[in-house]
């Protein structure tokens, strides 16, 4: 598979003030919101009329969910293919591919129903199009999910890594806010019975996989990946494009010694997924962050709050607002994750996130409770503390939960299994939130506010498992970072707090120390 090179050297770019690491950091935070854009998408398509009419369903049945969940099955399966993908021919063309893997579903959900006539049910095969366009997309999308923080992580230094994904994740949240908006405004000024006011936000998100594809190809590949191939050429040209030819010839000493260290070291699935595999013990803590994450309960809030806002007590058209209202929050409270997650730790903001999340969500069911069972209480009684509380768990989960458990996989796995370990996050979280979104709906539907509750509860669990289990890799090389399950090993313990000495419960301190190559920032900028 070609792996078109960057077109510009070293430090120029389209605009002069605008250097390679910007490019890079666009790129990737671009592609982060095509992300986001596909999680606020179906929000307001699920109970457009035109769109059940076509797929023949009614707004609450349990079709609607489905729709909505098949794409997280598509994640699951797109990581791994991704992942192997980008180990074999790149980071460069696995993400090329999962572009245009997204823009073929996107096209297949748009085409759904669609005829000359206005829209139709195809004799069932609407719908049928519609599944294979939301599993394609998640082919897609699960794909950019496993590679881009990779891509990112390897390009980053060890006191920024933080900082960039959750800058990236900022901009999750403004695709989010993006599709959220345009799904309102459709809907509002062509009316919930137009097959337009659906299929113009699928057809809106289209332009991001056209952007990103026309301009991958003045992105630097990985100088790691380079090594990993004993390609040392290609690999100081990339370096070149991010460095002087000066230090990239010093970088490339260091990159050549740690991949000398790494040889024969091939992992696998297995010696993850197996409790006697070398990478077994990170895998875990990949695994129980995304679990824990779905756990949160927020997965459903981004596809479904308009009807948790109506649980409240608000009517239909205050709910759609409000919940524009809480995405712009959202989006701009991020801004305090970017700047906290490389200076508080990611383990800290994980662990006061899930409190905070706890109990907003027992607020949440009391408010609930009052709304639905004592209609004598004035309406604002509980509105305005229930959204204030809404809008406040939201602002927890961005800064605390979002970015954190995508970043946490891209620093405690060697060169060899990181593509691996970020695709097993992406798994996870596919498989996580395929339930979460199939179970809210009915959860909704039966529980009523009595939901908040069971989010109370998951939100403690998570918490607690954050606290016992999960290191704080922030401010570490990745090599640091492995040396808590090796230290783990020999203490016969996954506690942190009882692993060398409990080292790892807080962010590793300053030091003078010359950088190893896996410490070293190849995007920092040139003084």
């Not at 605008?18 to 790129?27: A, G, I, Q, R, S």
């Not at 383990?347 to 609930?368: E, P, Q, S, V």
Request: hydrophobic content about 45%; overall charge neutral.
């Amino acid at each position: 598979m070609p792996n078109p090179p960057s077109k510009m050297a070293g430090g120029s770019s389209i605009f002069p003030i605008f250097t390679k690491k910007h490019e890079v950091v666009l790129f990737s935070s671009t592609a982060i919101a095509l992300y986001g854009y596909n999680q606020g998408m179906m929000s307001l398509v699920n109970t457009n009329y035109s769109y059940l009419k076509t797929m023949q369903i009614s707004e609450k049945s349990p079709i609607v969910g489905i729709i909505v969940s098949v794409y997280y099955l598509g994640c699951a399966l797109g990581a791994v293919i991704a992942s192997w993908l980008a180990d074999k021919e790149g980071r460069k063309p696995s993400i090329f591919t999962c572009l245009a893997t997204t823009s073929l579903g996107n096209i297949l959900m748009f085409i759904s129903g669609l005829s000359m006539h206005g829209s139709s049910p195809w004799k069932g095969g609407a719908l049928a199009c519609m599944l294979a366009g939301r599993v394609v997309m998640g082919f897609g999308v699960g794909g950019i999910d496993a590679v881009i923080p990779v891509y990112s992580s390897e390009l980053s230094s060890d006191a920024a890594r933080g900082r960039a994904l959750a800058q990236e994740f900022q901009m999750n949240i403004f695709g989010l806010l993006i599709a959220y908006g345009i799904n309102l405004g459709v809907t509002r000024g062509l009316g919930k019975e137009s097959q337009w006011a659906w299929r113009i936000p699928i057809m809106v998100m289209q332009l991001f996989p056209i952007l990103l594809t026309s301009f991958i190809s003045r992105l630097p590949e990985s100088p790691r990946y380079f090594m990993s191939k004993a390609q040392k050429y290609e690999a100081q040209k990339a370096l070149e494009e991010l460095w002087s030819k000066k230090d990239a010839k010093s970088k490339i000493d260091d990159l050549q010694e740690a991949q000398d260290k790494e040889n024969g070291a091939k992992v696998g699935y297995k010696d993850m997924l197996l409790p006697s595999g070398s990478q077994f013990h990170p895998a875990m803590v990949t695994v129980m962050g995304q679990i824990n994450q779905a756990l949160t309960g927020y997965g459903a809030v981004s596809v479904y709050g308009p009807q948790i806002f109506q649980l409240l007590g608000f009517d239909s058209w205050e709910a759609k607002y409000l919940t524009l209202g809480n995405y712009i929050s959202y989006f701009l409270m991020m801004t305090f994750a970017w700047l906290s997650i490389d200076v508080v730790g990611r383990r800290k903001l994980m662990i006061w996130g899930a409190a905070g999340l706890a109990i907003c969500f027992i607020i949440l069911t009391g408010l609930g409770g009052i709304a639905q069972s004592l209609p004598g209480v004035p309406d604002l009684a509980v509105e305005i503390p229930g959204s204030v509380t809404l809008f406040v768990a939201t602002a927890i989960f961005g800064i605390g939960w979002l970015a954190t458990v995508w970043l946490i996989p891209t620093e405690i796995y060697p060169s060899t299994a990181r593509a691996q370990g970020s695709a097993i996050s992406v798994i996870i979280w596919g498989l996580a939130n395929f339930a979460i979104t199939l179970l809210t709906p009915i959860g909704f539907n039966s529980l009523k506010y009595w939901l908040f509750l069971v989010f109370a509860v998951t939100n403690t669990f998570a918490g607690w498992w954050t606290w016992k289990y999960t290191p704080e890799s922030g401010g570490r090389s990745f090599e640091e970072n492995q040396e808590f399950f090796g230290s783990a090993r020999e203490d016969g313990s996954w506690s942190v707090k009882k692993v060398d000495g409990g080292k790892f419960e807080k962010m590793a301190g300053n030091n003078n120390e010359e950088e190893d190559c896996e410490q070293s920032p190849l995007l920092r900028q040139r003084r």
